[in-house]
Structure formats: C-alpha cells, structure tokens
C-alpha cells in the first residue's frame, strides 16, 4: 500500500515537471516594442529557429492600416526617439537592400507587417539568412516597424520611411 502510494506521487510529480520543463519549441528570442518617433505602437516579436529558418511571430497594435516595413536593424539601441540609433538594416552578407525571397537582401530584410482596419498585427513569417546567434544571429539587434511599406528595392531600406517601433532583441 504504502509503496505504491509513493510510486503514484512520484508519477504525478515527473508528469508536471515534464510538463512545465518541456518547451513549446526550440530556443528563441523576443523583442517588447517601443514607440518611435511619435506613434502609439506597442507590441513583442518573437524569433525561433524552425528547421534552419527563423520563425518571426509578432502581435501589434496602435498601427495605421495597411503594410509596413519590417527589419532587423543592426544595432541593439531603441533609445532615440525617432530609432536612429538602431542603425541600418541587419546586413551580415553584405548584400543590397531586396526582397525577402530572394537572395540579394540583406539579411535583416522580412516581409511587410499587415495592420488590419483596427490597427493590429498577427503575424508569423519564415525567412532565411538569420539564426539566433553566431554571425547570422538576431540576439543583441534590434526589430523595427516603420510607417510605410518596403517597396523591396529601394536602397538602402525599401523607401519604408519612419521608424515608428523599435525593440531590443534578447534571448529568452
Ligand atoms: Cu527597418
Ligand atoms: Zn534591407
């Protein structure tokens, strides 16, 4: 009896701690945005690698409809107020300015964030050309959200214009 009262808490035991020990999904990153150069956006950003592409995941809000430019920019410094200080975009190939799909980008090139009429984005996107850390990594970068949408050739930063959000990417 009392043996097995045991074996039975123990059981539970490793079922919760397995259960709050096991990840979702592999390591990642996170960004809590800031607002920039006047706007009311508010958001996070999430980066994880998915089978040697980065999963970029974002919930924002208090953006205008439509598309809007969406890097990582080579600095981890959100402190000026219009984002200047994060720099140009995250280029670890020395590539042009360019579409996301294609290989001449610059690393730190993603897709558009799509606002809906409400002013939110659900977003989730993979790329290539970026990982957490190492020479490619987005750790200690920053993301940011600008007021238009990257045209996806213009140099050096898609014409997208300002930098409206912009937040420090850290590993989680
Ligand atoms: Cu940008
Ligand atoms: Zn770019």
Redesign the pocket.
Known sequence: MKPRFVFVLGALAAALLGACATPVSGPSASAELLARSGSTVSGSVRFSEVSGRMRIEAQVGGLTPGEH?F?V?EAGDCSAADASSAKG?FNPAGKAHGHYGSTERHGGDMVNLVANADGTANYSVEVSGLSLTGPTGVVGRSV?I?ADPDDYKSQP?GN?GK?IACGVIAAR
């Open positions: 430019g890097h920019h975009h940011v600008h930063a997208s930098r």
